[in-house]
């Protein structure tokens, strides 16, 4: 029987040392590839809008998630505009009925009663994520009821609204951080930077809760955000949603 040398026991052994490092990078670099983060596309009468959601707010996510693929949004539109501010949808009483092409109206809500109470039927508990995810330009966060009648910041079950605001300089972002240290709430040096870079309103931090942020598309929702809008902010010429998928 031959016998290995000296040697070949040294080259066995770094071989294996090899294997085994090679074997412990494994799992890691598998759990990279399967991770993928979840992409809400919506074709709006105005452009695509492609939303990335967070994974820092489960309970937000799964559940737009869940809505989109009900075909939730489909047809909704965005209800409230506010310039240099941000653009609303998710009220299921907004929904629009479009031509076979699906790209004009046929009928739509009337102006009479304005809207914005519109719902699933429930709520969802608060998932505040600071400093990590906050009001700057592109975020996408949900709508709620004012705090006199819900004191717990609890979320819509679909309506949202993404986030254009305004640009601001070093005393008036200043005067928000003030503001929001009052509340408890601070804005560190990232969200800082990022406000006077990017603008966003920094004054809704802490008190509603963002669940994602634009990836493509801000150029739509700053055409959307200047639309002319009636008394109740809703644009005079209908904006709306027109397919929303999961990619």
Not at 55 to 67: G, I, Q, S
Not at 79 to 107: A, Y
Not at 154 to 173: A, D, E, K, M, T
């Amino acid at each position: 029987m031959l016998k290995p040398t000296t040697e070949s026991l040294k080259m066995g052994i770094f071989r294996l040392l090899a294997a085994l490092f090679l074997l412990a990078l494994l799992p890691q670099n598998t759990e990279a590839k399967k991770k993928k983060e979840t992409v809400v596309r919506m074709e709006t009468s105005a452009g695509v809008i492609r939303i990335e959601l967070s994974d820092e707010t489960p309970r937000h996510r799964d559940n737009f998630v869940k809505l989109v693929r009900q075909g939730y949004y489909d047809g909704l539109l965005f209800h409230r505009v506010i310039k240099d501010f941000m653009i609303q949808s998710g009220d299921p009483d907004s929904r629009v009925t479009l031509n076979e092409r699906g790209d004009s109206v046929v009928n739509s809500p009337s102006r009479e009663k304005p809207l914005g109470d519109g719902g699933p039927g429930y709520e969802l508990p608060a998932e505040f994520n600071l400093p990590w995810l906050y009001h700057v330009r592109g975020a996408v966060a949900a709508a709620r009821e004012g705090d006199d009648v819900n004191p717990e910041m609890r979320s819509s079950g679909s309506q949202f609204y993404i986030v254009y605001g305004r640009s601001w300089g070093p005393s008036s972002l200043g005067k928000q951080r003030a503001a929001l240290e009052e509340k408890g709430i601070e804005m560190d040096r990232e969200m800082w930077d990022d406000y006077l870079l990017n603008g966003g309103t920094p004054h809704l931090d802490g008190t509603y809760t963002v669940f994602g942020h634009v990836i493509e598309g801000i150029k739509v929702v700053k055409a959307i955000q200047e639309k002319p809008t009636d008394k109740d902010d809703r644009p005079l010429q209908d904006i709306f949603i027109r397919k929303a998928t999961i990619e």
